[in-house]
């Protein structure tokens, strides 16, 4: 399984981006997918997950009302669009497979298989 992050760029605060992640291999139908990003000087941080069809969706505080995590099985790829974005949300962003996961899950640790990440700066 690999998975391959694009869509990262520079953007005013307010703007709007759409990242995209796709997977390679079967494990994708039955994954959790996630995205969790990293800020220069500090910790990486759960954004969002997505369960393997769909029907559940966890959001970190911050984002939650600004950010949309949405997966397409047909393309093998989940997309996070960013809405409204703010100068705090500049970081790294990653994705993240959970190999048959049943449940989403905010730890970093569960997460197996990552892809390379790429870089959103906001500025104000």
């Known amino acids: 399984v690999q998975l391959q992050a694009s869509g990262g760029g520079l953007v005013r605060a307010g703007d709007s981006l759409r990242l995209s992640c796709t997977v390679s291999?079967?494990?994708?139908?039955?994954?959790?997918m996630a995205w969790f990003r990293q800020a220069p000087g500090k910790e990486r941080e759960f954004v969002a997950g997505i369960r393997w069809n769909g029907d559940a969706t966890l959001y970190r505080d911050s984002v939650k009302g600004r950010f949309t995590i949405s997966r397409d099985s047909a393309e093998n790829t989940v997309y996070l669009q960013m809405n409204n974005l703010k100068p705090e949300d500049t970081a790294v962003y990653s994705c993240?497979?959970?190999?048959?996961?049943?449940?989403?899950?905010?730890?970093?640790?569960?997460?197996?298989?990552w892809g390379r990440g790429t870089l959103v700066t906001v500025s104000s």
């Open positions: 291999g079967r494990a994708f139908s039955r994954s959790v």
């Open positions: 993240a497979a959970d190999l048959a996961a049943r449940f989403i899950t905010a730890t970093a640790g569960a997460y197996t298989k």
